[in-house]
């Protein structure tokens, strides 16, 4: 359905989503955090007595999110994503190990740092949490410099072309 | 307090995963781009979303606002600690090559591309080895500023 364009402006979602995060805070006085929720389905799925029953359904509720703008913007089709790496001649195999072993760092450094991209890096950001800025500083560093080394080795930052479209393996 | 709180939970899951989706954020290749500088739009809507929530968030605290089910407003200021940089560079890794992070990966799933779920289930992977570890050292540590609190009242 095109109810909404492929993809809305950051001047809409941007707003949007720091109205989200106060409104989070003004309801429970809690960060709109996701790595959080993860640890809470964990929790859950091991039955712990101790979980919080509500970040369990904050976390299904992402995946509903995604699925609802998804069907009234862009339209929703089964297919594999991560097109840039297919555009640069990776196989489906070394994909998937890249993003699984990417994703296992990822789950274990938001954990040690204490939250994620929205943990930290919008809400605590947020709460002027001097922490917060600095791992959202060096994560966001970090991530600049080891894309610049995996379009280096790769390649893989050739394909995307000057205006911003991806281009096709030559 | 219990069943308010689950729709409510329910309801910001779903609001967040909407802005996620439809500003394309659960896209291997948004973030790619940005990343390497190809668009701007992702540290843009980052910026706008600090630029709303920090004043507001200011405001709300000096006033001594009482939140719906959460008590006084209380914002948490932790002081930098090591692990904070040290989980931030390998989860900054992780970032740059996955092209996702916690809550855009269940979007993606949900936006049908598949890949998704290798994300998801590496991440829930990462964050159990970390407790772990934690649990193993027998060391506990206090909640981040990111993540869910244990609000003492």
């Known amino acids: 359905m095109d109810i909404l364009p492929d993809r809305l402006p950051w001047y809409i979602t941007g ?11 003004l ?15 964990m929790k859950a799925a091991r039955r712990d007595t101790d979980t919080v029953g509500w970040r369990v359904w904050y976390f299904g509720g992402i995946f509903v999110g995604g699925l609802l703008a998804t069907v ?3 339209g929703f089709e089964w297919r594999r994503g991560y097109d840039a790496m297919s555009a640069a001649g990776w196989s489906p195999g070394v994909m998937a190990v890249v993003v699984f072993l990417a994703a296992i760092i990822m789950g274990y450094g938001a954990r040690m740092a204490g939250g994620c991209t929205s943990g930290h890096g919008i809400c605590g950001t947020a709460q002027r949490s001097p922490a917060s800025w600095a791992t959202t500083a ?33 | 307090m219990k069943n308010p709180m689950n729709v409510i939970g ?22 790619h781009k ?101 649990e193993r050292a027998a060391v506990s540590v206090p909640e981040g500023d990111g993540e869910h609190r244990v609000l003492s009242r």
């Open chain 2, 34 to 134: 940005t990343l390497r500088f190809a668009e701007w739009d992702v540290f843009l809507l980052m910026g706008l979303a600090i630029g709303v929530s920090l004043p507001l968030l200011w405001v709300l605290e000096r006033r001594g606002t009482t939140t719906v089910f959460g008590g006084r407003l209380s914002l948490s200021r932790s002081r930098i600690e090591r692990h904070h940089i040290v989980g931030g560079a390998l989860f900054g890794t992780g970032w740059a090559l996955a092209g996702t992070c916690p809550a855009p990966a269940l979007a993606m799933i949900s936006s049908g591309a598949m890949y998704g779920t290798i994300a998801v289930t590496g991440l829930f992977i990462g964050l159990w080895l970390r407790d772990r570890q934690v």
């Open chain 1, 72 to 74: 009234l913007g862009r």
């Open chain 1, 15 to 25: 707003p949007a989503l720091g109205v989200l995060v106060v409104g989070l805070f």
């Open chain 1, 138 to 170: 060096t994560f966001v560093g970090t991530a600049i410099v080891v894309t610049f080394i995996l379009t280096s080795l790769t390649g893989l930052g050739d394909l995307v072309m000057s205006d911003g479209s991806l281009g096709v393996q030559p």
């Open chain 2, 10 to 31: 329910g309801l910001f899951g779903a609001g967040f995963g909407f802005v996620l989706a439809a500003a394309q954020l659960n896209e291997y290749d948004t973030i």
């Open chain 1, 27 to 41: 309801i429970a006085n809690q960060p709109l955090g996701a790595s959080g929720a993860y640890v809470q389905t």
